[in-house]
């Protein structure tokens, strides 16, 4: 019975005491205050950081408008030479045609006169 | 229409930097770094900023990202092979305007030997007055698993306390 009440104590008394060392750590651990200045210098690096990043975009659009200019000159000189092959094929078409033409007015032309050549053979 | 809350970034700043570098400077034990972690979770604010719907959402985002980086910072630490606890209050003491009691900032360097999970359970616990339910929430953790780190640590530091402090008391 004596222990019971012995070990009810001590129980009790170790609780007290775990509150109490609980209570000393919570006004221990009280917020401590920022150093001075840690406000300014955050405030200075997300400048620092703005500028910076505002920087890098800027040189990413340049660098995208100075590829699009590129894209723009290669694809446009592409197209020049498609079209320029397409003019000299077009124009060796028409020389073509032309020297068809007259090869067959020149065939013609030897053709007439050979008839009119075998008529004069046959008259005579 | 619900009105959304619209953050000023200073003003965050402002009310919460005694926390953000309170806690950094518990998990790490080193002024200066404490410093350094607190910029950086302020900057990482800046880059949030937009996600961040209520006083409640900034409080909590600011005490998880501050835990992370603090344990990103000494894991950083740890691979330099920089022992901090050697070097804890004599390098990055407090200036005298700040200094805690003798008896306060023993239990803190007390408190600076546990095991980091320990060490983070019982700072939130007693520096930001939050719920094991909380605690498990920030550290992204089980309630069971931070429960046991609360009574393991508080355990740990009251036996170390009880071997230290009477040393200390004796001392003076």
Redesign the interface.
Known sequence: MDFESTDRTERIIGSEQDREFERELKEAMVRRPAPPGLKRRILQKRSARRTERHHTTMIWWQRLAASLVAGAVLAGGFGWRQMEERRKGEEAKQQLLTALRITNQVLNNMNRKLVEHDRSDDTK | MAHRWQPE??QL??EH??????LA??MTGD?GLA?EV??DV??EL?RHMERIESPEHALNWLRRVTMSRSADALRRRRVRGVDLWVEIEDKHG?PAE?R?SP??TR??QL?STLPEAQRAA??LR??E?MTPEEIAATVEAPVATVKSNLHRG?KL??AK?TTHLKEYIRGL
């Open positions: 970034f200073e700043v402002d930097q005694s926390m953000v570098f309170s400077w518990r002024r410093e607190a910029q302020f900057l800046d407090a700040e805690q008896l306060e239990l803190e408190l019982l700072v007693y520096q007055d508080l530091l009251r306390a």
